[in-house]
């Protein structure tokens, strides 16, 4: 599909190496350099005549890849000269503002902060550096040849998980990596000390589930983009990802495969009713799943979790392809359940009231498109349309490329809603009034269409063009980045937008937020050279493809 070759099927139980079938197939993409690394120059430091390219559409996927292993400049719409290309003059900015948040401890670069946000009265811990936040930032120096930074972080997040981890006497499981840290800095003892929070300090005492995710999915990206193993088969690194798989894959009294989850524990870390198996955490989870798979040693406890992970997948990628999916439908199945439906021959397994289905989903649903819902469990099923769980769906190849096409039908049918003036909404629709007191606790910030509660954030910019490339839809991803361009510099690059278009910049959002800046020049770099993708997706898995069949619009 979309130029890329099928993977082979991968033999249940069996180890991948990096390079097995899990990856994009990037043969016919400029080869990536291996290590020892020659550091490229970004945007703003190439010539002009280093930049003078054969400018070809993006009509199609295929027509992305420059010939010869050369790096293409930003290609556009409507050009099919030969032109000189013009680097967007913000893009030297946003460099120089993304090395003015890096945190050094010892002299090493280790991270990025939060926020570089001066105007700001309250720092808060917006000066540390977060597990999520600092990924945009890695895959940034990754694709600019500068991996040192994103080893230090992994080594030093890495030591950070071995703390002991309690709570008000209570202690947390040991695989459990910090939601940030800070590098505090002694000038008279000339010393420098970590502080790490594993959720004792953050808003609710939640602690992140993401963060050790993150932390495997950035690991491969490092692995691929370097070519060096050397890191991820250390043992430090293998204890890392045992630690982390020991923790998720621990068996319980839940009947499904799903990772039963609190409000606040990803990327939406307040109380947004997230609560129970958020598709933001399962999409995750998966992915780290397989790229654990592709990169943990084949000795003895090694093949243990490998034939862990590899049953575990195979009911994760069935119950969320199944339960999870809402197309036109699929609705309309739903909106005739019977309910009380008892034994093994059930329709409504989960007993879901159809009286519960939104009004506002009737109109929102297009005849063409679907997407993964934000939650399901017993009686209760979140409609809610989460942005970043759909991104990492299709780029794990959680989804089916079926489903991946469906969700690019939806954004396009619905571009008002989930992109309007400023890419791209985290959630949809807003949570108002009574709703918006019971399910966010009277949250000031989390207001309709703001912040977590429908508000515009430019950090999934890079996830969404992520997604468009990889199911051969580039040219929305320009669309959506031209549309980011106009305002962002001169908003001085804000944390979130507010509104129902994203026309306002949030109310209480810091400026200079770093994961903005860097989202924004991981999706141009993407988009220059699409065989950086390599680093951040997995091709379908023909193993794990259940025969579902669901609406005409998967294949249109």
Sequence with gaps: MNGFKEPGMRKVGSYSSMADGDDLDLSRLPDRPKLPIERQRSCDERSMNELSINVRG?????????????????????????????????????????????????????????????????????????????????????????????????????????????????????????????????????????????????????????????????????????????????????????????????????????????????????????????????????????????????????????????????????HIRSYFWIDFQQLNDIYRYKTEEYSHTAVNKFNVIPDSIPDWIFDFMPARGGYFIGNVSPARMDFRWFALGNCVAILSSLATPEQSVAIMDLLEERWDQLLGEMPLKIAYPALESREWQIVTGCDPKNTRWSYHNGGTWPVLLWLFTAACIKTGRPQIARRAIDLAENRLSKDGWPEYYDGKLGRYIGKQARKFQTWSIAGYLVAKMMLEDPSHLGMISLEEDKAMKPPIKRSASWTI
């Design 58 to 318: 993006l009509e199609s996927f295929d027509s992305l890849y420059s010939p010869g292993g050369m790096r293409s400049g930003f290609s556009t719409p409507a050009s099919t000269a030969r032109n000189p290309f013009e680097p967007h003059p913000i893009i030297a900015e946003a460099w120089e503002a993304l090395r003015r948040s890096i945190v050094y401890f010892k002299g090493e670069p280790v991270g990025t902060i939060a926020a570089y946000d001066h105007a700001s009265e309250e720092v808060l811990n917006y000066d540390q550096v977060f597990v999520r936040d600092f990924v945009p930032s890695a895959l940034a120096f990754l694709m600019n040849g500068e991996p040192d930074i994103v080893k230090n972080f992994l080594l030093k997040t890495l030591q950070l998980q071995g703390w002991e981890k309690k709570i008000d006497r209570f202690m947390l499981g040991e695989g459990v990596m910090p939601a940030s840290f800070k590098v505090s800095h002694d000038p008279i003892r000339k010393t420098d000390n970590l502080t790490a929070d594993f959720g004792e300090s953050a808003i609710g005492r939640v602690a992140p589930v993401d963060s050790g995710f993150w932390w495997i999915i950035l690991l491969r990206a490092y692995t691929k983009s370097t070519g060096d193993s050397t890191l991820a088969e250390s043992p430090e690194c293998q204890r890392g990802m045992r630690l982390i798989l020991a923790l998720c894959l621990s068996e319980g009294f839940d009947t499904f495969p799903t990772l039963l989850c609190a409000d606040g524990c990803s990327m939406i870390d307040r109380r947004m009713g997230i609560y129970g198996y958020p598709i933001e955490i399962q999409a995750l989870f998966f992915m780290a799943l397989r790229c654990a798979l592709s990169m943990l040693k084949q000795d003895a406890e090694g093949k243990e979790f490998i034939a862990r992970i590899v049953k575990r997948l195979h009911a994760l990628s069935y």
